[in-house]
């Protein structure tokens, strides 16, 4: 499978814990996205990069989250002190530079107790 | 920012029937249109986009029509099958970065749960 992947597929963390997440974009895609996505909802925009840049993040992401991208390939997004609202399924997307058509991983899926 | 409404949220219909779902956007800059599918468990898939300078783009039983002056698009599914159903996402993104608007993230809608029945 050439495609997005992600990694783990599944994390169960006690509240306050840290958790990283790895995302591999498809080779030459120079964008990369997270989404997060919550039962029942479409998925929400993140932060996203332009080879190792982070040109943008979301408002609601709170300073807990942070995300990198060091060589412009693989890109982790880091959570300190979860809580339990950030259960959720965490997605990566990639897409070439001057092309619009992201492509998704399959997600991680966070779970808080 | 961009928002994007979808409709209907749930969408029930025979196999062989057709199905529509709505959306629209509010963001006058957005020029660009996916739509997603995605079943339980699974990653959203691309399915078909469209560009603001085509008013509709088909491939096989899927077509999606764009109305920029409406600021709307919709999607067509024809001779639907029980292999359709799954949840369907429409988005909406900028390639344009003019007046500090940040491009290519995509804005979902909140989801189209479609069942084919057989």
């Known amino acids: 499978d050439t495609g997005v992947s992600q990694d783990p597929r599944h994390k169960i963390t006690k509240r306050g814990q840290n958790v990283t997440f790895r995302c591999d974009p498809i080779?030459?895609?120079?964008?990369l996205y997270w989404y997060r996505q919550t039962l029942g909802q479409g998925p929400e925009f993140l932060t996203y990069?332009?080879?190792?840049?982070?040109?943008?993040k979301s408002r609601l992401l709170s300073d807990r989250f942070s995300a990198e991208r060091p060589k412009g390939s693989f890109s982790t997004l880091e959570i300190q002190r979860t809580e339990q609202g950030d259960s959720a399924m965490y997605l990566c997307?990639?897409?070439?530079?001057?092309?619009?058509?992201?492509?998704f991983g399959q997600g991680t899926r966070l779970t808080v107790v | 920012g961009e928002n994007v409404e979808q409709h209907p949220s749930t969408l029930s219909v025979q196999e062989g029937d057709s199905a529509v779902i709505k959306c629209t956007y509010s963001?006058?800059?957005?020029?660009?249109f996916p739509w997603y599918k995605q079943e339980l468990g699974k990653r959203p898939q691309l399915i078909i986009d469209?560009?603001?300078?085509?008013g509709e783009k088909k491939d096989q039983r899927i077509a999606v029509t764009l109305n920029k002056t409406a600021k709307h698009f919709s999607l067509h599914i024809t001779e639907t099958q029980p292999e359709d159903s799954a949840v369907y996402f429409c988005?909406?993104?900028?390639?344009?970065?003019?007046?500090?608007?940040?491009?290519?993230?995509?804005?979902f809608g909140q989801g189209t749960i479609l069942t084919v029945h057989p």
């Open positions: 080779s030459e895609h120079n964008r």
């Open positions: 997307a990639s897409s070439l530079y001057l092309g619009m058509k992201a492509f």
């Open positions: 988005a909406a993104s900028s390639s344009s970065n003019a007046g500090g608007t940040s491009y290519g993230k995509l804005t």
């Open positions: 990069f332009q080879n190792e840049a982070q040109l943008e």
């Open positions: 963001d006058s800059a957005s020029n660009y």
């Open positions: 469209i560009r603001s300078n085509v």
